[in-house]
């Protein structure tokens, strides 16, 4: 059975009485927290996404409020909000402008206003609840309902819901995901830090009809016990159309699921974050850990670069027994900014951790290369009148298992059949110019979008198969060495702020974090074991193709073979962003 962990936890220490289940003893635990003055305000902020239906039918009745207010009757009408969101909403299935708004502008001034009136001339227990409650009044006691982005796109996939705001529930999935992703997550995560920061109780919402909560308190100390020691996202696993095999058998995955194409290892703008309270378990948006601790997260330096941001990327492209990628290229920094708001690019890597015979990689142009000819190519194809010439125009090169391709953006690329991809890469997840897709329709039936226009004026044509050869492939160099370890840099690219290592160790090895998060993957070996050199935290074992984070603040750490990993040569790819 393999032992890949797809529901890591981390247990926190102290507060194992600080959590709750179920319904009745939430609201016990709410009323208990209720003061019993001639007027007690309590609201229930929520992310877009909570099911307010489930809210009012479980949770309010047993609360006994004297007056409760939905805050979405004041939200403004659905013409107002597209009329104000327009800009960045633009008319491309996939990609919009990084919104700057703030939640309020969502709110009619006038409705706002009547809704306070309200509450301050109430006695007894109020109840505000819904995303912005908060806006309302800042609440006697405040109950933040929260869950992870992921759950939210599979709620939308179901045609349970829509965007906020908005009766779009039958559209374009792309187009959902476009707007929550520019638009609404980007609002709320700016609404709900400072309220995360002063909560009673996080509401974990997760789970239809299985609630949990944890206290305000024992959420904020469980947040920074875990940037004191390594710890692991919840992965995700999607199918493609190029889906493959390998994931599936690997990490004992649905065996009736057609294929598995990505796995999101580490990506904490979209994975979850288990956080085990004694009893309860807690799922909240790892996210939330970045929004409240950065700095112990990420390290002065790279908080002071990227903010509240976590910059680095693992994830899995699984093409074993499935297709090639769509042929594709990434935005140069200038032009993420300008288009669409971003204010650092999809630079990429592609790690080979598995790969079957015959598989090859595609990056750069074959030199000699005319751009107009391969651009008229690219365009026949995209009108269906032939298939792009892939092999006149493009590099192949052999993909062996711990081969390590740079893919700097402005390159073009992608993974061919037959390889397990270990992505390591900037954070920026979705600004993929496909440029020729095979001729293939997506797993909705839809042809997927090709951006052309965009990756045209993003392609560098410098990057022919000479340069390419002494650049991207394999830059393999020898770093150190001990007895029964030795450590290579494998790049980044000189384009790319990450740098990465591979440490192969039969033996313990001493690393640290110097200051700034590191991002690891155990790449060879079954078993390994993080330790802190000064029993700091407690031991965290790895398993094969498990992405782990070590915070900045943890320092020294110590990575051993453990387990099936003893008596093997054991291989970590290590990340993090130069100084």
Known sequence: ??????????????????????????????????????????????????????LEDKLLPLLGADLTINVETARRSEQAIHDLLARHLTDDRVFGVLSCHQLVEFFDPTALTALRKQVSDASGLTVIYGPGAALVHQGDVLVYADLPRWEIQQRMRRGEQ??????????????????????????????????????????????????????????????????????????????????????????????????????????????????????????????????????PLLGEKVHA?????????????????????????????????????????????????????????????????????????????????????????????????????????????????????????ATPYIFTFK??????????????????????????????TAWVEENLVNRIEPVAEGEGWREERTGLHEREFIETRRHWFSAPVIHHTDGGVNVLNLVEGAQARVESPTGAFAPFVVNYAETFIIPAAVGAYRISPYGDGVGQTLATMKAWVRG
């Open 435 to 464: 440029l020729w897709d095979w001729g293939r329709v997506g797993l909705d039936g839809l042809p997927r979008p090709v951006h052309l226009h965009h990756g045209e004026q993003v392609i560098d044509w410098s990057r022919d």
């Open 162 to 295: 829509g965007n906020w705001g908005v009766e779009n529930q039958n559209e374009d999935m792309l187009r959902r995901y476009k707007r929550a992703f520019f638009i609404e997550w980007r609002v709320f995560d700016r609404h709900k830090t400072p309220l995360l920061k002063r909560a009673d109780f996080l509401l974990d919402t997760t789970l239809a009809d299985a609630p949990a909560m944890v206290s305000g308190e024992a959420l904020r100390e469980g947040l920074e016990q875990t940037t004191r020691q390594p710890f692991r996202v919840v992965p995700f696993f999607d199918p493609g159309v190029w889906g493959g095999q390998w994931m599936k058998n690997q990490f004992d995955l649905d065996p009736t699921a057609p294929n598995y194409a990505w796995c999101f290892d580490c990506v904490p703008e979209e994975n979850s974050l288990l956080l085990r309270f004694g009893k309860v378990r807690i799922e909240i948006p790892s996210q939330d850990l970045v929004l409240l601790y950065p700095r």
């Open 305 to 425: 670069r990227f903010g509240a941001e976590f910059p680095i990327r693992f994830d899995f492209l699984d093409t074993i027994g499935g297709q090639n990628l769509s042929f594709q290229v990434h935005p140069l920094t200038e032009y993420i900014q300008q288009q669409f708001g971003m204010h650092y690019t999809q630079d990429e890597s592609y790690y080979i951790l598995e790969a079957e015979p015959g598989a090859t990689v595609y990056l750069g142009t074959r030199t000699g290369t005319e751009p107009q000819a391969m651009l008229d190519d690219l365009a026949q194809a995209e009108r269906g009148e032939k298939a792009f010439d892939d092999a006149r125009f493009v590099n192949q090169f052999p993909a062996r298992k711990h081969d390590h391709f740079l893919i700097p953006a402005g390159t073009v690329h992608c993974s061919g059949a037959g390889t397990m991809v270990l992505e390591i890469s």
């Open 1 to 54: 059975m393999p032992n890949y962990d797809k529901q890591p936890e981390v247990r926190v220490e102290g507060y194992d009485d600080s959590a709750w289940a179920g319904w009745a003893a939430i609201a016990a635990a709410v009323s208990q927290r209720l003061s019993r003055q001639p007027h007690t305000v309590l609201v229930i902020d929520c992310y877009p996404g909570v099911r307010l239906p489930e």
